[in-house]
């Protein structure tokens, strides 16, 4: 069974950085593409990043390119959002997600709340 479970989520103040963790079993993980998403109260969910299921590719939404970074390291098949220069408008729960397949949908995880203040 598929399973994310994300992790470092926590309050920061503006300007401060956080690294979230997303761990993921039941599936080859090196063979697939990870993405972070987010969601603030009352917005549409966001997607923030992408990274190819070798690392060597990644994007990222324009709200926060220059300041995220995705990484991964297959071999603990985790995939890592590191935030640097937080901003309050970056408060959001963050969610890890495989993209669907023939055989199955997208795969979430629970989230983890991140909250910018001061």
């Known amino acids: 069974q598929v399973q994310l479970v994300e992790s470092g989520g926590g309050l920061v103040q503006p300007g401060g950085s956080l690294r979230l963790s997303c761990a993921a079993s039941?599936?080859?993980?090196?063979?697939?593409?990870m993405n972070w998403y987010r969601q603030a109260p009352g917005k549409e969910r966001e997607l923030v990043a992408v990274?190819?299921?070798?690392?060597?590719?990644?994007n990222y939404a324009d709200s926060v390119k220059g300041r995220f970074t995705i990484s991964r390291d297959n071999a603990k098949s985790t995939v890592y959002l590191h935030m640097n220069r937080l901003k309050p408008e970056d408060t959001a729960v963050y969610y890890c997600?495989?993209?669907?397949?023939?055989?199955?949908?997208?795969?979430w995880g629970q989230g983890t709340q991140v909250t910018v203040s001061s």
């Open positions: 997600s495989r993209p669907s397949t023939d055989y199955d949908g997208t795969f």
């Open positions: 039941g599936f080859s993980f090196s063979l697939y593409a």
């Open positions: 990274i190819s299921s070798d690392g060597d590719s990644t």
